[in-house]
């Protein structure tokens, strides 16, 4: 399966290790991870080595050819927001929203309290509550 992976460049990157047992568990289960260069440490340089264009056009195509949109939202950006969006609002694709449920109360209520029909919200306190929804996708 093909997997477009959320996780903030801009925004809060305290999650990344999670984000990176995420990506890790992922691919270890034979999915291909497109966005995996968002959990290394200098994603955000990375990214800045591309026009803003490039970014916008890579990503629309990798939110275009993936099976699915996995974000990790505890450090929320914009830009997961308008992915989380896009898929949902554009697509019959699912999408499955992961943050830290010490981190509820500064995430977007437009994502903790998102009630469409293919999208899946889980506020978790261990890497376990994690594993059981990611189980699932195939």
């Known amino acids: 399966m093909k997997i477009y992976f959320g996780f903030t460049v801009a925004g809060d990157r305290s999650g990344v290790e999670m ?3 995420i990506v890790g568990w992922l691919e270890a289960r ?3 991870v497109l966005t995996r260069h968002l959990v290394r440490d200098d994603a955000r ?3 800045r080595m591309l026009t803003p264009r ?3 056009e890579r990503d ?3 939110l275009a050819g993936c099976d699915i949109f996995i974000a990790e939202v ?3 950006s914009f830009g997961m927001g308008f992915e989380a969006g896009l898929v949902l609002g554009s697509s019959q694709k699912r999408a499955i929203l992961l943050h830290r449920a010490d981190a509820a ?3 977007s209520l437009l994502i ?3 009630q469409h029909p293919r999208c899946t919200v889980v506020a978790y306190s261990a890497f376990d509550e994690i594993e059981r929804v990611l189980e699932g996708i195939s």
């Open 30 to 32: 034979g999915h291909e």
């Open 112 to 114: 903790t309290g998102n």
């Open 54 to 56: 490039a970014v916008y």
């Open 19 to 21: 984000a990176r047992r």
């Open 105 to 107: 109360e500064r995430i």
């Open 60 to 62: 629309m195509q990798w």
């Open 74 to 76: 505890s450090g929320s």
């Open 45 to 47: 340089e990375r990214d």
